[in-house]
């Protein structure tokens, strides 16, 4: 059984910076998209940055030029570098891998980033 770990969340003043990680364990050969999520309550989870295998990279407009996304392949491991952070970006982040070979979709628990002064 595959599990998405999370971790890096926290609370942090507006301005700063934290580093989200996710990585994965159980049986899994082959990762095509790896993707951070967020979810404020009453609100729909939202895309915030995705990366291919291939290195491809994409963000939410919210969050281009603050946010990077990277990726370990063979570690099955991704990260999100997350700087400038605002008040808006509160929220729960998820990590999300999709399956290269299946459409397995496989999400993490969930971590808490507050950033408030």
């Known amino acids: 059984q595959v599990q998405l770990v999370e971790s890096g969340g926290g609370l942090v003043q507006p301005g700063g910076s934290l580093r989200l990680s996710c990585a994965a364990s159980g049986s899994i050969s082959s990762i095509n998209t790896m993707g951070w999520y967020r979810q404020v309550p009453e609100k729909q989870r939202e895309l915030v940055a995705t990366?291919?295998?291939?290195?491809?990279?994409n963000y939410a407009d919210s969050v281009k030029g603050r946010f990077t996304i990277s990726r370990d392949n063979a570690k099955i491991t991704s990260s999100l570098q997350m700087n400038s952070l605002k008040p808006e970006d509160t929220a729960v982040y998820y990590c999300?891998?999709?399956?290269?070979?299946?459409?397995?979709?496989?999400w993490g628990q969930g971590t808490q980033v507050t950033v408030s002064s």
């Open positions: 999300r891998f999709d399956s290269t070979w299946s459409r397995d979709v496989y």
């Open positions: 990366i291919t295998r291939f290195g491809t990279t």
